[in-house]
């Protein structure tokens, strides 16, 4: 991609492209040519039907995409000059729309602050991904099957490769490590524009890849992750490969998550580093076990796994998290605090989230949980979170997590309103029941005989 960040003019700019969010996270985009393309659009933006967006009723669908210019970018593309601008949404009335992902964030930070916990919360987000020279599949009423390939040796196309064990990827080197070139134009393309790359690296599974970003504040680094994960698909697609984020793409695999780490800041400073427990500090210790606390009911784990593949991932012996633990140094842990910082540095990360999690709904949840912990004075060792065989196994199936959400949601309340929760859950059980409902090609392998 060739893209840049916007350098204020607009004389210059052919099209406007209007990036909004639909309720799952997924960037949609209405595109303004350079003729209509006035300060009267990027005041009062333009009327849009967001009931294609899953959000709102056809009855009561109209609404207002206005763009929000400190997210905007340059793409150059087929000859012609891109402005792309992240929208907020209003209802026609004048009010911003309380369901919309941004504002969510929004008002989970405005809470963060009447609190009195913190001024910030700062996210680092690990990307992890699967790419893909080919793939096919299908769900219909009289077949259904997947078939992908990997030059990395995965699939019949690839058989007479040489090749490395499938579980044996962990930081490989180039010519095992086949996709180098394309995770450095796509980390080339986020830092034209300004998403902050930490590094990134062959993972675990033979095509499976990472791209960590740096620490943001919440509501800057939902955006990145959504603009990178779009980014890096199209970077992907000009190199005529796929990249999927599907936690569990690959059967007896490493799955993707998405880990993120954490802390909260006041006055410019962390308030996560002290003397207490692994040199956390009450707050850090209080916080860590709202987090817990929540993910054990599986209200949590509704916005940060909400899909039936992520309880694919979310299995022992993959080093994806099943339980309410948290330890230093740890990956088996939910809630790890990494080994290799220095003193003063201390931070948790999250390690049970998955790219299936629309990210401002994943990051304010996680945020409202740990503030919870914060108000309550939570004690994770008093909850045995300390001890990596306490039996407390989170909920793992899409309906047992949505269900938790709905015995277990007042701490969402100060950014989630009661009727994007209730929306949320009928969303996904329609999916689950989608799933769930389908027979497998397994389900034939191991019953179909007579």
Known sequence: MNIRKYDGKLESVDFLDMLMLDIYGNIRHVTVPKGYINEKVLKQGIGFDASNFGFAKVTKSDMLARPDMTTAFIEEKGGHSILHVLCDIYLIEGELFDQYPRYVARKTLEHLKNEKIADDAKMLVELEFHMFEDVNYAADYSHSYYKIQS???????????????????YHRIYPDDRYFNVRNDIVVA?????????????????????????????????D????????ACNVANEHGLFITFMPKPIYKAAGNGMHVHQFLEKKGKTIFAGSELH?????ALAYTAGLLDHSLTGSLLAFANPSTNSYKRLVPGYEAPVSATFAKASREAS???????????????????????????????MVLAGVDGIKKGRDPVASNYDDPHNGKVFPLSLNAV??????????????????LINLWVKIKKD???YVYNAPTPQEYELYFKC
């Open 431 to 433: 999916e689950a029941e």
């Open 224 to 231: 990145k992750v959504s603009l990178t994960k779009w980014i």
């Open 151 to 169: 030059a990395e040796g995965i699939g019949t196309d690839y058989d007479d490769l040489p090749r490395f064990n499938i579980h044996k990827g």
């Open 279 to 283: 040199g956390l500090t009450k707050e």
């Open 335 to 365: 809630v790890r605090i990494p080994g290799y910082l220095s003193k003063g540095e201390e931070r948790i990360e999250y390690r049970t989230g998955d790219a299936t999690a629309n990210i401002y709904y994943f990051l304010s949840a």
């Open 402 to 419: 949505l269900d938790g959400l709905q015995k277990d949601k007042e701490y969402l309340k100060p950014a989630f309103p009661e009727a």
């Open 190 to 222: 986020l830092e034209a524009v300004g998403i902050p790359v930490k590094y990134h690296h062959h993972e675990v599974g033979a095509a499976q890849l990472e791209i960590e970003l740096n620490f943001m504040s919440i509501l800057e680094a939902a």
